[in-house]
């Protein structure tokens, strides 16, 4: 495995259930995030695990619960979500600090439908 | 507010050039970056611009003016593989990356 992986790639839900997203990198990166891409929209950014530093957007609904384990790994937590969290989330990963840009690797996605 | 501007839709031919226009107002600026997306897939990088002048990377190039607050990415001899959405993003002060909501590039035969 190579890059950014995510599972899984689909995934419906009704509003009362509980499921986690997940995401590990292979890069050796010391960062993680998680973003909200719906269509026609910036992305949004939820959270950052920064050297084992977790950094929240405030506005993320607390429906939403990150997970960083180790810097390899990351979770998303969803339980209670609305219609409206349906979209694509992305994991990304960086090299924080050092020379050069912040360039994020990104996963595929998951593709979240709340029913 | 921070804004980062970018045209929805683009159409252009295969073989052509096709230039994608971003204009942005943010608090501070430590960068600007161009990702590539392809249906489905992860945004991939392309660019990154930090000072004023343009970057060539193969048939791609990243244009930047800070004083304008502008960047435009250059797509020369266009494949049908190219056609992609592709987003801009600037670095704030902060160093959060500010998102354009992204520019869908449709190549016709």
């Known amino acids: 495995e190579t890059g950014v992986t995510q599972t899984p790639r689909h995934l419906v839900m009704g509003m009362t259930n509980k499921k986690s997203l997940k995401c590990e990198q292979h890069?050796?990166?010391?960062?993680m995030y998680w973003y909200k891409q719906s269509a026609k929209k910036p992305l949004e950014l939820m959270f950052v695990y920064s050297l084992e530093e977790r950094v929240e957007n405030n506005s993320v609904p607390s429906r939403f619960s990150p997970e960083c384990p180790n810097s390899s790994h990351l979770f998303l937590h969803l339980h209670t979500l609305q219609p409206e969290d349906s979209a694509l989330y992305l994991c990304?990963?960086?090299?924080?600090?050092?020379?050069?840009?912040?360039?994020?690797?990104f996963g595929a996605g998951s593709r979240l439908t709340v029913l | 507010g921070q804004n980062i501007d970018q045209p929805t839709e683009m159409t252009a031919t295969e073989g052509a050039i096709v230039q994608i226009n971003c204009t942005y107002q943010?608090?501070?600026?430590?960068?600007l970056f161009w990702y590539q997306q392809h249906a489905g897939e992860a945004p991939t990088f392309l660019s990154y611009n930090v000072l004023d002048g343009l970057e060539e990377k193969g048939r791609f190039s990243s244009f930047l003016s800070r004083s304008k607050g502008y960047s435009y990415l250059l797509l020369k001899e266009l494949q049908m593989k190219d056609s992609a959405s592709y987003l801009c993003?600037?670095?704030?002060?902060?160093?959060?990356?500010?998102w354009g909501a992204g520019t869908k590039l449709i190549i016709k035969p």
């Open positions: 890069l050796g990166h010391n960062a």
């Open positions: 943010t608090s501070g600026f430590n960068g």
């Open positions: 990304a990963s960086s090299q924080v600090g050092g020379s050069g840009a912040n360039v994020l690797t």
């Open positions: 993003a600037v670095m704030d002060s902060n160093y959060q990356l500010i």
